[in-house]
Nanobody, 124 residues
Framework: QVQLVESGGGSVQAGGSLRLSCVVS???????MGWFRQAPGQEREGVAA???????KYADSVKGRFTISKDNAKNTLYLQMNSLKPEDTAVYYC???????????????????WGQGTQVTVSS
């Protein structure tokens, strides 16, 4: 069972930046990877995803502000978040899928393996 551990969350003011990291117990080059978030009382939503070969997809709400990347040598997935807004406040999860899923749809149901989440709070 692949394990994922997120870090890098915290509290920032609007306009600030954070970089989330997700260390994966297996070689990230073999997985479709994604970042998701869940705000209180809301459903989990896709933020960004990456194909095994590096293609990326972003939710419209974060396009141009967030960047997903990975370092296969370190088995680590990243999410650089710039120009943060209060509405970005949520628990952020990284996830992995090993099957041939439609990763670009950013649907949580397509990702089988999940981290425990890291809190991001953006104040106005």
């Amino acid at each position: 069972q692949v394990q994922l551990v997120e870090s890098g969350g915290g509290s920032v003011q609007a306009g600030g930046s954070l970089r989330l990291s997700c260390v994966v117990s297996e070689y990230t080059g073999g997985y479709y990877m994604g970042w998701f978030r869940q705000a209180p009382g809301q459903e989990r939503e896709g933020v960004a995803a990456m194909h095994r070969y590096g293609h990326t997809k972003y939710a419209d709400s974060v396009k141009g502000r967030f960047t997903i990347s990975k370092d296969n040598a370190k088995n680590t997935l990243y999410l650089q978040m710039n120009s943060l807004k209060p509405e970005d406040t949520a628990v952020y999860y990284c996830a992995a899928a090993s099957d041939n899923v439609r990763w670009w749809l950013l649907r949580p149901v397509d990702f089988r393996h999940w981290g425990q989440g890291t809190q991001v709070t953006v104040s106005s």
